[in-house]
């Protein structure tokens, strides 16, 4: 496993360690629970759209309209019946994600809708690393 799927995988423990009395809290627009859910809906858009198509020199489709995916999520939060089932969600998840990524070849690259970016499997999860990092920084805030 690439240090950045390590990174990727581990953040599972810093959602694990959110205390279930802030997840109704604001950060901004959103609740901690709207941030949770909105973490998990990438992970299933890049499971169900983005991997299935990485093949080396593949062309992915654009990325998903942020804003009306970003209200998905928060609509999804609210159907969470209790916190244990909004982080098994995330957890399973983020495994599921973690476990198809290094099902591929590492050595892949390919480009996302018009871009000329090359991306790798690393370079991609990057991505949702550094995203991961700005929603805890965001939490850690209130904690």
Same mark, same amino acid.
């Given at each position: 496993?690439?240090?950045?799927?390590?990174?990727?995988?581990?953040?599972?423990?810093?959602?694990?360690?959110?205390?279930?009395?802030?997840?109704?809290?604001?950060?901004?627009?959103?609740?901690?629970?709207?941030?949770?859910?909105?973490?998990?809906?990438?992970?299933?858009?890049?499971?169900?759209?983005?991997?299935?198509?990485?093949?080396?020199?593949?062309?992915?489709?654009?990325?998903?309209? %942020?804003?009306?995916?970003?209200?998905?999520?928060?609509?999804?939060?609210?159907?969470?019946?209790?916190?244990?089932?909004?982080?098994?969600?995330?957890?399973?998840?983020?495994?599921?994600?973690?476990?198809?990524?290094?099902?591929?070849?590492?050595?892949?690259?390919?480009?996302?809708?018009?871009?000329?970016?090359?991306?790798?499997?690393?370079?991609?999860?990057?991505?949702?690393? %550094?995203?991961?990092?700005?929603?805890?920084?965001?939490?850690?805030?209130?904690?």
């Amino acid at each position: 496993m690439s240090k950045v799927l390590k990174r990727f995988e581990d953040f599972i423990e810093n959602v694990n360690l959110i205390n279930d009395e802030i997840l109704d809290k604001s950060i901004g627009a959103w609740s901690v629970r709207d941030v949770i859910s909105h973490l998990t809906n990438w992970d299933r858009y890049s499971l169900d759209v983005m991997v299935p198509l990485m093949e080396d020199g593949a062309r992915l489709p654009e990325w998903v309209d %942020h804003d009306k995916h970003n209200q998905i999520a928060v609509k999804k939060a609210a159907e969470y019946v209790n916190a244990d089932s909004l982080k098994q969600d995330f957890r399973d998840t983020r495994l599921e994600l973690v476990k198809a990524l290094m099902n591929l070849n590492p050595e892949l690259r390919f480009t996302i809708g018009k871009g000329k970016r090359t991306y790798s499997i690393d370079s991609y999860t990057k991505i949702f690393v %550094h995203h991961d990092e700005h929603h805890m920084k965001q939490i850690q805030e209130i904690m």
